[in-house]
Each structure stands twice: as structure tokens, then as C-alpha cells.
């Protein structure tokens, strides 16, 4: 079956506007991530759902950054008032469960390239 | 909180040989395992493999396998037989025995010279 998608592949945007990257996981997987991944730095955890619970919020960098997933399946990051720090590699994953006790592998896409002005 | 450390920012390697990727680890969890991902100038992660620390034998699949060394907190990459497709960044990472957030080494850079 298909991937994981994301889109847009490329984001140009000016400081200040709101921003919104989407992810398509593998279908039936319950578990969703996003990480971060800075010019010649590695992934960063920014946030993290399973199936019905509540987001594991702990890696997002400030409030300006959220996410919601809809009817478990696509989700969307947005940032909001976008800084040129926020320029990165957004990656997002998913894997079966998700559940905590056995290590899962987690399937990535091929990310959005997000340039702030 | 875990930490991963790759000491090797780039490297080159002959084409038909073999290259040794370090990944040196530390956590406080007495059951955890390591994965090896692949990224390709496209950007797109690629699982290679993983091993947890209870495995006995080292990992394998394919040109990939994964030398494990707990007591020294290592878990190193070794591709055999190197191919020009191999040059990419590779990333060792490791799951917390809660949850599933990865974290990350900063990475090898590999570039396979004809």
C-alpha cells in the first residue's frame, strides 16, 4: 500500500503568517509523529498521537506550534506568526500501535521544506 | 533521558567495500533497542533495522547488520559490499520504554566514491 504523504513538499512563507503542513499516514496505523530536522542538525521530537488518547505535546518548541489529528487518521501541524527559525525539515511518521513496551518501526515521509522569509 | 551519539559527521568509502557506522548510546532503561535509518539527498527516512538489547545475535538484513556491544553502549552499523546508492545521511535512533518519540543521533554523512 501507499506511504506515508506530506504535503505541501516545499513551503516558502514570510516571518509572521501561519503556516499549515498536512501528513497522510499509512492507513490502519494508529500511531502518528512529527519530527523536526534544523539545517545540519538531527530529528527533533515535536509531538506525537495514539489512536484515541491525548497528544504527547512535549516536544513543541513554543505555543505557536500545534497540531490536531482528524478521525485518527490525517493530521496538521500549523505554525502560527512563523519565525526564521521555524525554517526546517518537517518530518512526519507512522507505525501499527504505537503502545508503549515494544519498540515499533516507525515509516516516514518525505517531508515538508519550510523556508521562513 | 536517553542520549545518542554519532561521532563520525562524514566519511568516504571505496564502492564494494565495507563501512563500520558508530552509534554509542546511554540510557537508564534496562530493556531498549536501537534503530538504524537511511536518508537519501531526497529527505525521506528509510528503516534499515533494529535490534533490542535482550537479542542475541546481532541483526541482519541484507548488506546491512548492526554490531551490538552493551557493555561498551554501542551499536554500530556495518554495510557490507558498498554501493554508489549507499551514500546518504544515516541516523541512529532509540525509542524510550514509554511511548514511541524517537530520539536521535546527529547523524553520518556517507558518500561511496566509485
Known amino acids: 500500500g501507499a506511504g506515508v504523504s506530506q504535503s505541501p513538499s516545499n513551503k516558502v512563507t514570510e516571518k509572521g503568517k501561519d503556516v499549515e503542513l498536512r501528513c497522510d499516514p499509512i492507513?490502519?496505523?494508529?500511531?502518528l509523529y512529527w519530527y523536526r530536522q534544523s539545517l545540519g542538525q538531527g530529528l527533533e521530537f515535536l509531538i506525537y498521537f495514539q489512536g484515541n488518547s491525548a497528544p504527547d505535546k512535549s516536544g513543541l518548541p513554543s505555543d505557536r506550534f500545534s497540531a490536531e489529528r482528524t478521525g485518527g487518521s490525517v493530521s496538521t501541524l500549523t505554525i502560527q506568526r512563523t519565525q526564521q527559525e521555524d525554517s526546517a525539515v518537517y518530518l512526519c511518521?507512522?507505525?501499527?500501535?504505537?503502545?508503549?513496551?515494544?519498540?515499533?518501526?516507525?515509516?516516514f515521509g518525505p517531508g515538508t521544506r519550510l523556508l521562513v522569509l | 533521558a536517553q542520549k545518542i551519539t554519532q561521532t563520525q559527521p562524514g566519511m568516504f568509502v571505496q564502492e564494494k567495500e565495507a563501512v563500520t557506522l558508530d552509534c554509542t548510546y546511554d540510557t537508564s532503561d534496562q530493556s531498549y533497542g536501537l534503530f538504524w535509518y537511511k536518508q537519501p539527498s531526497s529527505g525521506e527516512m528509510i528503516f534499515l533495522i533494529y535490534q533490542g538489547s535482550y537479542d542475541e545475535q546481532n541483526a541482519t538484513e541484507g548488506r546491512y547488520s548492526l554490531n551490538f556491544q552493551k557493555a561498551r553502549k554501542s551499536a554500530n552499523l556495518v554495510i557490507s559490499a558498498s554501493q554508489l546508492g549507499d551514500s546518504a545521511m544515516y541516523f541512529c535512533?532509540?525509542?524510550?520504554?514509554?511511548?514511541?518519540?524517537?530520539?536521535f543521533g546527529g547523524g553520518t554523512r556517507v558518500l561511496v566514491k566509485p
Open positions: 511518521a507512522s507505525s501499527p500501535h504505537g503502545t508503549s513496551g515494544e519498540a515499533e518501526t516507525q515509516y
Open positions: 535512533a532509540m525509542p524510550p520504554s514509554a511511548g514511541n518519540k524517537l530520539t
Open positions: 492507513s490502519g496505523h494508529t500511531a
